[in-house]
């Protein structure tokens, strides 16, 4: 469970939990709703937006006035939000194709992205297995091989499941004895999943197909391989929603040649939607561990010993308010805490004197570093760790005793892939400058040797990378890296594009930003910003941009902002900003806030409506990040912030390019509708798009010429808009 791995989506760039609300539930809520629909007021403007209704709903919540013009808006489903739809991408559509740099970017995003990349190996069983995408390919495939040479065999290629690149391969789990494959397949690239398996030897797919394997993000096999743990949610339909489902996860058994539908359930539903569960199992076949997170800020685990006659779940650790993240290795579980120590450090537990005061520390918390993830490999403990916004590697022996650090070639990012007790593995690095490597080294030595580089066809060496600070309100100061081309004069003309995210402890550290070549290589800045509510400092740099304290992160992108007009960077007319996800809930936040601050918008897959965001997709499991509407503390907070309720007739807004997934399980495109729609009502600024991607989740389609369409629309309109 990688907490910002270079390799897992663990991130899940929005799809956190959150405790139950501290309140009683409030009354419900008052609905004033007009028998007629009135026709949304036109502002004299450039672009011609197809007509939109309003409603006149307005709720009182917590003794708020709550106005929703736009809430039928929120029915995916029906005809007419459809026909709306359908008008809206239209409309983004015939913008966007005409833009002027639309043809040239198109062509060189394809040279930088479609090109081969290989992930690093994982090794089992003697075999080695790997994700790789070849030139002309949209998607990546699995591939494996036995022994480190001889020629590769295609294991899993998505690009051959169907016509319209439309079902993705998600998360792969391979047996210990490197026999078999379990994997998700998805439609449109959502997160709604079904789990499959393939017999490595034959290629053969078993006849095994399991329904609602949305969270298993890794099936947990057992030492024979005979089958494997895994998490199923219920189908949609009846008493389960969407937004229900994440309570109602099961972890279950599947014995490989049994009816799926048959699979016992060793662990039941928790029942609280703002929870997830998931399941692990040690390598030697001897413990269980199963965790409740409860949001991205504390975790309940459980064990069992299978060698027991009647193995029952055990407590670990319950009920605290602090993470913990536990691996099973050799009659031992190794534990990664908050608890006590912001920046993270690592007990050792006898499980059969799991009581707390138990543990032994062998690993501290240090002032200078944060422990971001962990890893058991070749019998030692390989830490990532954080320090500066920068990662590195460092291994300890089992016991906490510091081995070495290992040498990197540059600042930059990491992560490691390797077998517990094999004392080969591999790691892959990337930063500013370098795009991503595969590394091999031995565990036992600390010798490692260059065996991939991803060859990109850019002149890295004629961007400069430079760390800066800004000074946010309350006087913390937040960091930043800027990339601009050497020598780029710092009087305010160029422009400079923005990004960052400030949420879940997810940490923006160096990689290699391909995508950013076509905009740094027309004499234009890019420019990354590490937001408390990230994970860059430890948790309490987390904490102090999440729930109630949410307005810092956007104070703190506020304060890049303004740095970077300080220091002639740019200036607030060539100033964009962009933002997915959470980071979308950013950039809305911020040009709500700051209108006057920003040129372009460019938002994606966003969170935008926060009184009804938990109403919807995965909205639920990020009420511990964000806040329960239901509390009326955390309602007034998110009110204050909430961009679809900031929105004020009359402004001035930024020209804004709104970018949703028509198959998007994570996070409701509703936001992006009813955003779209209040804007284009009211602004009295630059035009407001709402493009819509077809057969697409909330990571978009996984396909590279989609992403090349999407980069070329984004940039272009950011181009085309910063030159008027």
Not at 254 to 275: I, N
Not at 565 to 585: E, F, H, K, P
Not at 662 to 676: L, T
Request: glycine content about 8%; some cysteine.
């Amino acid at each position: 469970m990688a907490r910002s791995s270079l390799f897992l989506v663990a991130s899940l760039l929005v799809a956190c939990e959150k405790v139950p609300p501290k309140s009683a539930a409030p009354p419900p809520a008052k609905v004033v709703t007009a028998g007629t629909a009135s026709a949304a007021p036109a502002a004299p403007r450039a672009t011609p937006y197809p007509p939109t209704r309003s409603v006149d709903v307005v709720e009182v919540l917590h003794g708020v006035k709550v106005p929703d013009p736009y809430r039928w808006l929120e029915d995916g489903a029906s005809e007419e939000v459809r026909a709306w739809m359908q008008k809206q991408n239209e409309l983004a559509r015939t913008t966007l194709d005409a833009l002027p740099e639309r043809p040239a970017l198109v062509t060189r995003f394809r040279e930088l992205f479609d090109i081969e990349r290989v992930g690093p190996p994982r090794k089992h069983g003697g075999r080695y297995f790997w994700t790789q995408k070849d030139v002309g390919k949209e998607k990546d495939a699995v591939l494996h091989r036995l022994g480190k040479k001889g020629p590769p065999k295609v294991l899993l290629d998505p690009n051959t499941w169907s016509s319209d690149g439309s079902v993705s391969l998600g998360s792969t789990s391979v047996s210990h004895d490197g026999r078999l494959i379990a994997y998700q397949v998805k439609k449109n690239n959502s997160d709604e999943a079904t789990l499959e398996i393939l017999d490595v030897g034959s290629g053969r797919k078993l006849e095994e197909t399991i329904p609602g394997a949305k969270y298993t993000w890794r099936a947990a096999w057992n030492r024979t391989g005979t089958g494997f743990y895994y998490v199923q949610v219920p189908p949609i339909g009846g008493a389960v929603t969407i937004a229900d489902r994440p309570g109602l996860a099961e972890l279950k058994f599947h014995r490989l040649g049994t009816p799926p539908d048959k699979d016992p359930v060793v662990r039941e539903a928790t029942r609280d939607p703002k929870t997830f569960q998931s399941i692990d199992a040690s390598r030697d076949g001897r413990y269980l561990i199963a965790t409740v997170r409860h949001g991205w800020v504390k975790s309940d685990v459980y064990f069992q010993d299978l060698r027991q006659k009647k193995p029952a779940w055990q407590p670990l650790v319950v009920g605290r308010p602090n993470l913990f993240h536990v691996m099973a290795h050799r009659g031992r579980f190794y534990v990664m805490t908050d608890e006590g120590a912001p920046r993270y450090r690592i007990y050792r537990v006898d499980p059969a004197k799991p009581a707390r005061d138990q543990w032994q520390e062998i690993v501290p918390e240090r002032a200078d570093r944060t422990i971001d993830d962990f890893e058991i490999a070749g019998g030692r403990l390989v830490l990532t760790t954080i320090r500066d916004v920068v990662e590195h590697l460092e291994v300890f022996d089992l016991d906490g005793k510091h081995a070495y650090d290992v040498a990197l070639p540059e600042p930059g990012s990491v992560g490691l892939v390797g077998d517990e007790d094999d004392d080969e593995a591999h790691f892959a690095f990337q930063s500013f400058a370098r795009p991503s490597e595969i590394h091999e080294i031995s565990l036992r030595t600390g010798k490692s040797n260059l065996v991939y580089r991803t060859r990109v066809p850019v002149e890295a060496d004629r961007v400069a990378t430079e760390q800066l600070f800004a000074v946010s309100r309350d006087g913390t100061r937040v960091p930043f890296f800027v990339l601009s081309p050497k020598g780029a004069p710092r009087d305010g003309r160029a422009p400079a594009l923005l990004t960052g995210y400030g949420g879940f402890s997810r940490s923006l550290t160096p990689g290699f930003s391909t995508g950013a070549y076509p905009w740094l290589e027309r004499g234009n800045s890019y420019v990354i910003a590490n937001l408390r509510g990230g994970g860059e400092y430890g948790e309490a740099w987390h904490r102090a941009g999440m729930r109630r304290e949410k307005r810092r992160v956007f104070e703190d992108f506020i304060a890049v902002a303004e740095e970077l007009v300080r220091r002639r960077i740019t200036s607030a007319d060539r100033l964009v900003i962009q933002g997915g996800s959470n980071g979308g809930l950013l950039v809305g936040a911020a040009l709500t806030e700051r209108p006057d601050l920003f040129r372009v918008v460019l938002c994606s897959v966003p969170l935008l409506d926060m009184v009804r965001y938990h109403l919807y997709g995965s909205g639920k499991t990020w009420m511990e990040e964000y806040g329960s509407p239901d509390d009326a503390d955390d309602f007034h907070a998110l009110f204050a912030y909430s961009p679809y309720h900031r929105v004020k007739a009359g402004t001035a807004y930024p020209s804004v390019l709104l970018l949703s997934a028509d198959s998007d399980d994570r996070v409701d495109p509703m936001h992006a509708r009813k955003f779209a729609a209040l804007l284009q009502r009211d602004s009295t600024g630059g035009p407001v798009l709402l493009r819509i991607q077809a057969n697409a989740g909330h990571g978009g389609a996984d396909r590279i010429q989609a992403l090349i369409e999407e980069r070329a629309d984004a940039i272009g309109f950011a181009l085309a808009e910063v030159a008027r």
